[in-house]
Nanobody
Framework: QVQLVESGGGLVQAGGSLRLSCAAP????????MGWYRRAPGKQRELVAT???????NYADSVKGRFIISRDNAKNTVYLQMNSLKPENTAVYYC??????????WGQGTQVTVSS
């Protein structure tokens, strides 16, 4: 079992910033594509960003230019820096990694609330 531990959510005003962190096991981190997803109230979970082991990022169009995904392989941690936050970014944010068929792992989720 792969345990992903998220932190960093909270309440912020529109236009503000938050940084989410997700710690993963050392045994898999260096080879894992790590991702952040979110589920807004009444909506399906959606991709926010992913980052490959070598550091290549991929973003949803809605967050390009405002969110930055990064990883620290020495700390086995992936980050999501969220800037210029909007009320519509309010959601539970989940860390994710897929290690193979049937090996899809999720963190417990961290709430991000953006007030207007």
């Amino acid at each position: 079992q792969v345990q992903l531990v998220e932190s960093g959510g909270g309440l912020v005003q529109a236009g503000g910033s938050l940084r989410l962190s997700c710690a993963a096991p050392r045994s898999i981190f260096s080879i894992a594509v790590m991702g952040w997803y979110r589920r807004a109230p009444g909506k399906q979970r959606e991709l926010v960003a992913t980052i490959a082991p070598g550091g290549s990022p991929n973003y949803a169009d809605s967050v390009k230019g405002r969110f930055i995904i990064s990883r620290d392989n020495a700390k086995n941690t992936v980050y999501l820096q969220m800037n210029s936050l909007k009320p519509e970014n309010t959601a539970v944010y989940y860390c994710n990694t897929v290690l193979g068929i049937g090996l899809n792992y999720w963190g417990q989720g961290t709430q991000v609330t953006v007030s207007s």
